[in-house]
Structure formats: structure tokens, C-alpha cells
């Protein structure tokens, strides 16, 4: 949904003549529009609110209602995930759901805390960096407590 929304945000022309305040602005509000539709967790909600931005935005941001018609039956299968969990008995936060997968999250944390050292000097480094960052995400076996564990691993990342 993040990666619709940033071409929503993209799509966004504005009118001829304004300001650019006035197309920040004119974002913002097709943005707010737009993330509202997926912010509910029954389909009933999801459509109404889909039908209800189509109706407001189509005539002044054809562009912007385009780009989420395009996509539409995909966005929606987080709905179809929340059902199969409601008829289990479980309930699954939907913005889990909704979001980049764990895997994508964990690298792109990666990914950052590369950027931060810029290049490891040592294997020690590179490994307590990796670690960092499956710690944070909980993504580590039940082990040592984990505040202890963290810091050691932050002192052998600024070492390395």
C-alpha cells in the first residue's frame, strides 16, 4: 500500500495557476483521502470508502484516481488474509498485513545500517551489524536478556 500511496502522491497535478503551497496542500488531502481507504478492516468499509474518494477526486485528479484503479483487486488482499484469521478464532493486526513483508523490512534495515558504517573493517563488524538488526526486529532465538546482549554487540560494531 505504501508504494500505491507514493504514486498517488505522484499523480497529483494540481490545477493550473496555483501556488506551490496550494499543490502541497492539494497532495495532502488526496493522500488523506487515499490512505483512509485502507485503513479499514471489513471490505463493506474498504468499498464505500474507495467509491466515496473515486467521487470526490475523479473530476479534479484523474491521474491520482487512475493509479488506484489500476492496482485495486491487489490491494485488497489483506482482507481476504483478516477473514481466514477471524474464521480461526485469531486476530492479525492489519498493518501487518498491509506492509512490506518481514523479510523486505529486515533488509532494508541492513541495507541502512551498511550506509551508517560504510564499510566493515573487519568480519566482527559486519556480523555484530547483522545481529544488531535481527535483534531489533526480533528476529533471534530465545538467548541472553536482551539489553545486555544488544550493548555487547554495539561496542563490537564500533570497534570493528
Known amino acids: 500500500m505504501v ?15 496555483q501556488t506551490r503551497e496550494q499543490k502541497r496542500a492539494r497532495r495532502q488531502a488526496v493522500l488523506e483521502a487515499a490512505a483512509a481507504i485502507w485503513q479499514a478492516t471489513d471490505a463493506a468499509t474498504v468499498y464505500r470508502r474507495w467509491h466515496a474518494f473515486e467521487q470526490a477526486w475523479a473530476a479534479r485528479e484523474p491521474h491520482a484516481v ?3 484503479r489500476a492496482v485495486w483487486p491487489q490491494t485488497l488482499a489483506y482482507l481476504a488474509a483478516l477473514e481466514r484469521g477471524r474464521e480461526r478464532g485469531e486476530h492479525w493486526p492489519a498493518h501487518y498485513l498491509r506492509t512490506t513483508s518481514l523479510l523486505e523490512r529486515a533488509n ?15 568480519e566482527r563488524g559486519l556480523v555484530a551489524a547483522l545481529a544488531l538488526v535481527l535483534a531489533h526486529r526480533h528476529l533471534t532465538p530465545a538467548g541472553p536478556p536482551g539489553e545486555l546482549w544488544t550493548e555487547v554487540l554495539e561496542a563490537g ?4
Open 157 to 160: 560494531l564500533l570497534a570493528a
Open 108 to 122: 532494508r534495515a541492513l541495507r541502512q545500517k551498511a550506509r551508517q558504517v560504510g564499510v566493515f573493517q573487519a
Open 66 to 68: 487512475a493509479t488506484i
Open 3 to 17: 508504494h500505491v500511496l507514493r504514486n498517488v502522491r505522484e499523480a497529483v497535478r494540481g490545477e493550473p495557476g
